[in-house]
């Protein structure tokens, strides 16, 4: 098993009606809940229909998406259908932000600053 490292997971649903967000976000966020050690909402647009999480997790960036992207294959219905966009990326310690306080507090603590 691999050390846990960061990973920003960025999902835009191809479709942003309230039905599709309250049927779909809940199952993204359970998914990945499941791949993930400690996981933290880093933003969503005023739509809801774009979000992210901070996650720490033992898998890498590729099984992470593999497992959300192959609906039903390793973790049920995760939400994630045709059409929508997923992007998940390492995050390191040099990382800087400004107006995500929470998330940059979720990135300092894990590298012990």
């Not at 590729?62 to 390492?90: A, H, K, M, P």
């Amino acid at each position: 098993m691999s050390a846990s490292r960061i990973y920003l997971v960025h999902i835009r649903l191809d479709k942003s009606d309230a039905a599709t967000i309250s049927a779909r976000a809940p199952l993204l966020r359970s998914a990945i809940e499941a791949m993930s050690n400690q996981m933290i909402p880093a933003y969503r647009s005023s739509d809801a229909g774009t979000f992210g999480f901070l996650v720490t997790s033992d898998l890498g960036a590729y099984t992470i998406r593999f497992n959300l992207q192959n609906d039903g294959q390793v973790l049920g219905d995760t939400g994630f259908r045709t059409g929508d966009s997923l992007l998940v990326l390492e995050i390191g310690e040099h990382s800087s932000q400004h107006g995500f306080s929470q998330a940059q507090h979720f990135v300092e603590k894990w590298y012990g600053k």
